[in-house]
T-cell receptor, first 113, second 115 residues
Framework: GQQLNQSPQSMFIQEGEDVSMNCTSS?????WLWYKQDPGEGPVLLIA?????ELTSNGRLTAQFGITRKDSFLNISASIPSDVGIYFC?????????????FGTGTRLKVLA | KAGVTQTPRYLIKTRGQQVTLSCSPI?????VSWYQQTPGQGLQFLFE???????NKGNFPGRFSGRQFSNSRSEMNVSTLELGDSALYLC??????????????FGPGTRLTVT
């Protein structure tokens, strides 16, 4: 099936460091969502982006909708141990009135205390 | 407001059997989507329902089917189970197509193991 290219696949960082991850595609998307998933649980919505160029923050998290509408970025500042988990991006295809999303392959984040 | 609920949380079935999974969306949400999550394929879109109608379908065989009831609750069914159907099945609810918000909220998932 279709998937977005998400990078990096995994990363180890020290507590207090900033983290960046991104999703890219050859397709244009109308909406970008960023999720975090803990083991054995469903993904939890972190940030939603609706317009090209939009920059949105949620606490220590900041995400941007790329100008070309083909990419998105998520930054986590001053990471803490509870940031551990898998982060997914999801792009909504430009189909009218649909919630069909394509998901990235995920970035596994591990924070070293 | 209660979140998305899915039942059962865990299920073990044998090959050839069929299974039905249930999803209750957030109160007021009328759109329900289903995804399959496996380590190898990631999150794959199965189908989307709104007002008891399937609006979109992913690239899965006809053994995978679903429906939505008038109260927006949804079920998905997998017939003639195969080993490769072992996965976490996630349900996501959303308001209604056409509104300004396209946020999807996921339930905890149903872990299906086929032996």
């Amino acid at each position: 099936g279709q998937q977005l290219n998400q990078s990096p696949q995994s990363m180890f960082i020290q507590e207090g460091e900033d983290v960046s991850m991104n999703c890219t595609s050859s397709s244009i998307f109308n909406t970008w969502l960023w999720y975090k998933q803990d083991p054995g649980e469903g993904p939890v919505l972190l940030i939603a982006l609706y317009k090209a160029g939009e920059l949105t923050s949620n606490g220590r998290l900041t995400a941007q909708f790329g100008i070309t509408r083909k990419d998105s970025f998520l930054n986590i500042s001053a990471s803490i141990p509870s940031d551990v988990g898998i982060y997914f991006c999801a792009g909504q295809l430009p189909l009218s009135g649909t919630y069909k999303y394509i998901f990235g392959t995920g970035t596994r984040l591990k924070v070293l205390a | 407001k209660a979140g998305v609920t899915q039942t059962p949380r865990y299920l073990i079935k044998t090959r050839g059997q069929q299974v039905t999974l249930s999803c209750s969306p957030i109160s007021g949400h009328r759109s329900v989507s289903w995804y399959q999550q496996t380590p190898g394929q990631g999150l794959q879109f199965l189908f989307e329902y709104f007002s008891e109608t399937q609006r979109n379908k992913g690239n899965f065989p006809g053994r995978f089917s679903g429906r939505q009831f008038s109260n927006s609750r949804s079920e998905m069914n997998v017939s003639t189970l195969e080993l490769g159907d072992s996965a976490l099945y996630l349900c996501a609810s959303s308001l209604s197509p056409g509104v300004s918000s396209y946020e999807q909220y996921f339930g905890p998932g149903t872990r299906l193991t086929v032996t």
